[in-house]
């Protein structure tokens, strides 16, 4: 029968526990994994699922006392990175519906709102079609694998014990934040720009024959044309739905260390 000493066990746990964290942190937090209507139970079932898969091909971990204070900041390093890395990730799908919230408000569909089963917040319903087209597209392209492949590399460029969170890391997340507002200004730019210009050809109208109802007449041609612009605008879809993947995965990249 095996026998195992305190050493050994000691060895096991820390080969495991770490990278444990860092995983099942990511999963926590990360877009498509930390989905209301995933439990909790299966993201940590998947977080431990892929910890064991992983941690044999990790670089060697640091012999720390479980049951320690070095242990305890060790765990709240590996958390942090896991978090950072998730919510970065969390970025893109943000430039979308941020995006469409403001086509969405100059089209007269802000008052349309729905439950984001996602997020568990209300957002309009142009930005919800958005959201579960590009969650569909990102699936269909593997971005959730290239997710992994990212968190995978982390190990290598942060290793435990070695690597946290620092002021350029944290730089790079303010940066990857204004970046959201920034591209999604230009997602929506296009449309919000010709409803702006049928705006002011309504302000013109109105000027020109006051008898005629602005409100009566403007709802339903603002809708209108703004569902025709969306889909004129879908045609343009998957190039700068690629280039937006790249960029933030080189944000996550320049977190990591990696670029």
Do not use: C, K
Request: without cysteine; hydrophobic residues 60%; charged residues 5%.
């Amino acid at each position: 029968m095996p026998t195992f000493s305190v050493t050994d066990i000691t060895e096991l746990v820390n080969g495991f526990m770490w990278p444990f964290f860092r995983i099942t942190a990511f999963f926590l937090v990360a877009p498509l994994f930390s989905a209301n209507f995933i439990p909790t139970r299966v993201r940590l079932a998947l977080g431990f699922t892929v910890s064991v898969i992983v941690t044999p091909l990790l670089p060697t971990v640091p012999a720390v006392d479980p049951i320690s204070l070095p242990a305890a900041i060790l765990v709240a390093q590996q958390l942090v990175i896991g978090i950072a890395m998730g919510l970065v990730m969390q970025f893109f799908f943000q430039v979308f519906i941020y995006g469409m919230q403001l086509v969405a408000m100059q089209m007269a569909l802000g008052f349309a709102a729905v439950a984001d089963p996602v997020n568990g917040v209300n957002t309009t319903v142009v930005a919800q079609y958005f959201l579960m087209l590009v969650m569909l597209i990102f699936i269909a392209t593997n971005g959730h694998l290239a997710m992994i492949d990212v968190l995978i590399e982390s190990f290598r460029t942060m290793p435990i014990g070695e690597g946290s969170i620092g002021p350029d890391q944290s730089l790079s997340m303010v940066y990857a934040g204004s970046w959201i507002f920034l591209s999604g200004l230009l997602l929506a730019l296009p449309a919000v720009t010709a409803l702006l210009v049928m705006n002011v050809l309504f302000g013109v109208m109105t000027r020109a024959a006051p008898q005629l109802n602005v409100f009566s007449l403007g709802f339903p041609v603002s809708m209108m044309f703004g569902m025709f612009l969306i889909w004129a605008t879908l045609s343009d879809f998957m190039p700068r739905f690629d280039r937006l993947t790249i960029e933030i995965f080189v944000y996550v990249r320049q977190l990591i260390g990696a670029v």
